[in-house]
Every structure is written in C-alpha cells, then in structure tokens.
C-alpha cells in the first residue's frame, strides 16, 4: 500500500515520504481499514515537527483521524464492511491507502455525511461539544467568542454554539475568513487583521463582554481574551496554533471572577469512553437534523498531502482539508 512517513522531524512538505509498505496487521482489539477520507488536523503538522505532546518513534504515518471502511476486525463491536470514523493506532496513520484504529475510539459514520465530511467529525466536534458544554457549560442566550473560527475546530465550534443557542462571536484573520465564518452562521465577525476584537466585543456586548471564549490559538488571542471576558465568564484553552503558550495572570482571574477551563478531549476518551458515545449519539442527531456538517473547504488526494499540511501550519487554510486516497 501508499503511505506517508515521517523519517526526521521537519516542516511536513520537507520530511514526508511518500512510501510503499506492507499492509498493518490489526493487533488485539484493532481494526484494518480502508482509507475513504483522512482529515488534516494542527497536532500532524506538530507530530511531524516533532514538537506535540504525543511523539511516535520514527518512523510513522501521521494522520491522526479518518473515516475508513473495515477490512479485518480484531474487535467485537465492529465487523469487515463498516464504515466508521475515529482515531488511529500511530504508527499506522490515516494518510495511506489502509490504517489501524483502536476499537475503543471507533463510532460508526454518520449517514447524514459523505466520507470527506465524516473524516473530520471526531475530533472537531468531540473538542468543540466537550469544551462549550462539560467544561464551559454554555448556556441559550450567552455570547460566545471563538477564535480562527473559519479554521478546523473553530468553525465546528460555532456550528456547536449556534445549535446551543449561543450569540457567537466569530474572530479570523482575513477578510476571506470572515466570509467563511459569517457563511458558518457567526452573528457577529472579526477582522483581527484590522480591527481590535477587544474593543469590538465590549461594543457589541455594551460592556459585558463574551461569556465562554473559545480559544485554539494562545498567545495574544488569549491574553486580550482576558479583556474581554464577562463577570463569571469561562475561557476554553483548547490549543496553541500561534506557537506561543501563554502564562496566565491569577490575579487577574481572581478580581474579575472569571475562570480558565484546559480542555484535553483525547483524555476523556480514557478516562470517560461513555461519555464520548454519548455525545458521539448526540452529534450524530445534530448531523441528521442538519445543524452541524464539517466546512470541507478541500477534498484532495493522497499526493497533496505534504503541501495540505504546509498550508495548515502556515494558518492560511479554512474548515478542513480532507484527503481521499
Ligand atoms: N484541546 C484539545 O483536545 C484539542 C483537540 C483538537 C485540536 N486542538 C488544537 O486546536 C488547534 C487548532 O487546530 P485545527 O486543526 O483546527 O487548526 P486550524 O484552526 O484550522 O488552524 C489554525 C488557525 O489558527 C490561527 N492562527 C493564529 N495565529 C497563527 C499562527 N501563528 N500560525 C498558524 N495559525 C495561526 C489561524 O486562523 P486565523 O488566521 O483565522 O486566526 C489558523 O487558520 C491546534 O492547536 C490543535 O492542537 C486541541
């Protein structure tokens, strides 16, 4: 089969090899599938830089979610000729012809979606759902702030929030992303390219300020974040695209009673695997409803994927790409 591997760590479009390998054998309570789509996510450009909180051993197949149809099964849940959607057991990843996935992580796709916009199902809406309702508990009538909201967990997130009930607050960086994001059903859209979100927010909030900040970004995103956050507000720290890991001011949270919330959706799928089915059952009704379908922005091929990355690390990407061997 064809798979990409990381040999060295490096920017993506110079380290990936494009390989011939023999197909994965499905250890215990694993499943062989056939690649249908596989999702670019920010941590396999990190994976491949070897800068990410997880470091497979060289080498690897990144590609860390897809939606697949089960060729051999080593599970009970699961049988050949499924198609389901989920995690990778690294370092058999989704950007190959065939990949191996944990049966624990595996749901099955939802009919309402086509392969490409199953891929990235997981992992976006599983972090956004986790992060707006468990942890923040986002209430009808709030004002939600997501930032790179035209971006991969961004967009999945104000699909989320409007489906909550939430006023969302859109912010990105450029005028082609704010077409997206108020595309994605923002109520209110920010340039941070030329305009100051801060100022904005507090405008539009007559001085309140957001309720739940959603933030995949870090570094500046989150330090004026702390500006604009509402009494009692909750800031999500989903992620650091910027590359810039902020430090939080305690004080600061203190005297303006608002609270900082980490988010690491892989955990719960440790350590609360019931809790994932049960949201993987609510997305899915949310699916058939039509309230929430992933921005595929491109459906490209194999061989696209070193320069589908290359773009995601450079931030010039929206939604999702997806890649379908
Ligand atoms: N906590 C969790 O459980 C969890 C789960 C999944 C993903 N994540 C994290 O979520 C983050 C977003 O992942 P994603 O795949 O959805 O990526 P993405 O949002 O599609 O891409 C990153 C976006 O961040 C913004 N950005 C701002 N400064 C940037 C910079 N210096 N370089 C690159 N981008 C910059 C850009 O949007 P604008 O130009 O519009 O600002 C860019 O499009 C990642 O850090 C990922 O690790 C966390």
């Known amino acids: 089969m064809k798979a990409w591997q990381v040999t060295r760590h490096g920017d993506p479009a110079e380290v990936l090899e494009l390989a011939e390998l023999p197909r994965p054998t499905p250890g215990h309570g694993q499943l062989l599938v056939r690649v249908l789509a596989a999702a670019a996510n920010f941590p396999d450009v990190l994976m491949c830089q070897g800068t990410y909180q997880v470091r497979p051993p060289l080498p690897f197949t990144p590609g860390v979610e897809l939606c697949g149809e089960v060729v051999e099964s080593n599970g009970d849940e699961f049988g050949a000729g499924d198609r389901v959607i989920g995690g990778v057991v690294l370092p058999n990843g989704g950007f190959a012809e065939y990949a191996l996935m944990p049966e624990g992580s595996v749901m099955p796709a939802p009919a309402a979606l086509d392969d490409a916009e199953a891929a990235p199902f997981h992992v976006t809406y599983q972090t956004g759902w986790f992060g707006l309702h468990q942890r923040a508990h986002l209430q009808p009538g709030e004002t939600l702030l997501v930032h790179a909201a035209a971006g991969g967990v961004g967009s999945g997130a104000v699909q989320l929030g409007k489906a909550a009930g939430a006023r969302v607050i859109g912010v990105v960086g450029g005028p082609e992303k704010a077409a997206v994001a108020r595309e994605?059903?923002?109520?209110?859209?920010?340039?941070?390219?030329?305009?100051?979100?801060?100022?904005?927010?507090?405008?539009?909030?007559?001085?309140?300020?957001?309720?739940?900040?959603?933030?995949?970004?870090?570094?500046?995103?989150?330090?004026?974040?702390?500006?604009?956050?509402?009494?009692?507000?909750?800031?999500?720290?989903?992620?650091?695209?910027?590359?810039?890991i902020p430090q939080a001011a305690l004080n600061h949270?203190?005297?303006?009673?608002?609270?900082?919330?980490?988010?690491?959706?892989?955990?719960?799928?440790?350590?609360?695997?019931?809790?994932?089915?049960?949201?993987?059952?609510?997305?899915?009704?949310?699916?058939d409803e039509g309230k929430i379908k992933p921005l595929i922005s491109e459906r490209l091929t194999l061989a696209d994927v070193p320069d589908g990355l290359r773009r995601l690390g450079a931030g010039t990407t929206t939604g999702r790409l997806v890649f379908q061997p």
Do not use: M
Request: hydrophobic content about 40%; some cysteine; charged content about 25%.
């Open 184 to 244: 994605l059903g923002a109520d209110v859209v920010i340039d941070r390219r030329s305009e100051d979100f801060v100022a904005v927010v507090k405008e539009v909030t007559d001085g309140r300020g957001a309720d739940v900040i959603y933030d995949s970004v870090g570094g500046d995103a989150f330090r004026r974040s702390t500006k604009c956050i509402a009494f009692e507000g909750r800031i999500i720290v989903v992620g650091f695209a910027s590359g810039d």
């Open 253 to 287: 949270a203190l005297v303006k009673n608002y609270s900082i919330l980490g988010l690491h959706w892989g955990l719960y799928q440790r350590l609360n695997p019931d809790a994932v089915r049960t949201c993987h059952t609510e997305l899915t009704r949310l699916a």
